[in-house]
Every structure is written in structure tokens, then in C-alpha cells.
């Protein structure tokens, strides 16, 4: 069953700019992560917030989470070449054992 | 170097024909589950294991099968195969559940079922 759902599907911009990247999901959570696909390749993790938490950064990342919307949104500040990747954001339910994923958002940076 | 490691990469094979796709992983994780991600569906579960022994079905099991008999190998078994298991498959492993921890994610093998 697919929860989250990310938007934009697709999002191209120019090198430097800002890139922000969207998740909506229908139920209550205990926490979100965001990963991160580069073509064809395996999934690596971004950042995890908790259910409790409106935001956190990484680095260039900035994450926040808004439970009464239900939506939560990934900021990539001064965006980079290598930034072109897909995007996932996975959420938990309740049970330890399985994320439910979005369909991802792809982002291209053009240089 | 800690990681997750799939073989094969790709594979092109026949329907009917039964395929392992090994998966081993050298952090100790407890947790290690397989996914296949097609076009616009995202990642979608196939089965996941919470320790040696001990497995269950994720979203879409039906025509495959796995096995934890050690804690670092989590093979994938399609005992036939067909076209609609044409994908790209990913293995990963975490500490514990995937809930609070996160996941590393092998390389992928990409499967073509002819």
C-alpha cells in the first residue's frame, strides 16, 4: 500500500538554486525518513524525523514535518550537480517492521 | 567497508525457470528485508525478517520466497518465474526494524523475465 505520495514527480532547476520536494501521507505516523536514488542504483538515507518533531537539518538538507497537515517537505539548499537523483520519502505506522514509500520525486540539476 | 552486496546484478531469464538472487550483508543487522521498485509505484515490499529464522510477507509476496538460515544472507527465491516479476530488485538491512533506524540498501539486481 502506498502512503506517502511525493511532489513535484519531477522537478528540474538550475545549478545553486533551491530545491523543495513534497510528502503527503494519509495516516498517522511515527516517524518519516527521506532517501535519496541515484539513477538505477540502491536507496541511502537521508534524514529521519520523528513524529514529534517539526524540523531537522543535515548539512544542506533541511526536513520539517507538519502532523495536522499530514505533509512533510525536504529543502536542498544550494543545489549541486550530484543533487540529481530521485527522491523517496518512507513513513512509518506502527509497526517496526515495514516503511510504506512514495513513488518519488525526481529532481534534475542543470549546470 | 560495511555493506549490502546482491548477485547477480542482472539477470535475463525464461518463464518457468526457477532463480536465487543472493543478498548478504556484513554489519550484523538483525533486520534485512526485499523490495522491487517499478516506474511510478515506488519501492514496494516483497518479504522482510526480524532475525535467523524468522520471516514475513510484505505487500506483494505472492510468487516468491525467501529464507533466513544465517544472519547475514537473505536469498530470494522466484521458484517460477514470470513476466510480471520483471523489476528492480533491492535487498537492505538495518540494526533492528527499519522504523527508527536506517536502512542500507544493496545495489540492485535488475531482473528480465522473458
Known sequence: SQQGEEDPQALSIQEGENATMNCSYKTSINNLQWYRQNSGRGLVHLILIRSNEREKHSGRLRVTLDTSKKSSSLLITASRAADTASYFCATSTGSNYQLIWGAGTKLIIKP | ?114
Not at chain 2, 543472493?22 to 514496494?44: A, I, K, V
Not at chain 2, 516483497?46 to 537473505?74: A, H, L, Q, W
Not at chain 2, 516479476?85 to 542500507?104: D, H, M, V, W
Open chain 2, 1 to 114: 567497508e560495511a555493506q549490502v552486496t546482491q548477485n547477480p546484478r542482472y539477470l535475463i531469464t525464461v518463464t518457468g525457470k526457477k532463480l536465487t538472487v543472493t543478498c548478504s550483508q556484513n554489519m550484523n543487522h538483525e533486520y534485512m528485508s526485499w523490495y522491487r521498485q517499478d516506474p511510478g509505484l515506488g519501492l514496494r515490499q516483497i518479504y522482510y525478517s526480524m532475525n535467523v529464522e524468522v520471516t514475513d510477507k510484505g505487500d506483494v509476496p505472492e510468487g516468491y520466497k525467501v529464507s533466513r538460515k544465517e544472519k547475514r544472507n537473505f536469498p530470494l527465491i522466484l521458484e517460477s518465474p514470470s513476466p510480471n516479476q520483471t523489476s528492480l530488485y533491492f535487498c537492505a538491512s538495518s540494526p533492528s526494524g527499519p522504523t527508527y533506524n536506517e536502512q542500507f540498501f544493496g545495489p540492485g539486481t535488475r531482473l528480465t523475465v522473458l
